[in-house]
Structures are given as structure tokens and as C-alpha cells.
């Protein structure tokens, strides 16, 4: 997470139960600003909005996505044509 008047940072937080974020293990939350992600089967896709709590209070909404049964797939060369 990156921003200003980001200090005293306390956690992420969701406007779904279903989806958590939990500060990344054995980092210094204060300094990194990373954290795990978790988000529940029953999750519908869509965006959610995601705001940090800090000691100045809750910040402005930015959006997060859900999506489900996407697959990484391979870059394949060549890639260039429009087609």
C-alpha cells in the first residue's frame, strides 16, 4: 500500500465478509504495507471496495476485483498482430 498520511497503519479491510487481508508474515507492517489476500469460494465476481484504516480513520474506497476461473497462460511469441 502506498499513499500519504498512511501512518499508524492497523489493517485492509473489505465491504465483504468474505474477502480478508491479513498483514504478510514476519514483515514489519509499518514499513512494508504488504499483506495476504483471502478471498471466499462464495465470493461473487465483481469489485469490491478496499480501504485502509489508520490512525487518521478509514480511507477513501479504491476498487478490487474478483474473478474466478481465469488460468495464467503462457506468452507465446509472436504477439504483435492485432489478430
Not at 16 to 37: C, M, N, S, W
Amino acid at each position: 500500500m502506498q499513499g500519504s498520511d498512511i501512518e499508524d497503519l492497523q489493517s485492509l479491510v473489505f465491504d465483504h465478509p468474505g474477502i480478508v487481508a491479513k498483514p504478510l508474515e514476519g514483515k514489519d507492517l509499518q514499513k512494508e504495507r504488504k499483506f495476504t489476500v483471502t478471498v471466499a469460494a462464495n465470493v461473487p465476481e465483481g469489485t469490491y471496495d478496499a480501504r485502509l484504516l489508520t490512525k487518521w480513520g478509514v480511507s477513501s474506497p479504491r476498487l478490487f476485483a474478483v474473478s474466478q476461473g481465469l488460468a495464467d497462460e503462457a506468452e507465446k511469441e509472436p504477439n504483435n498482430d492485432p489478430a
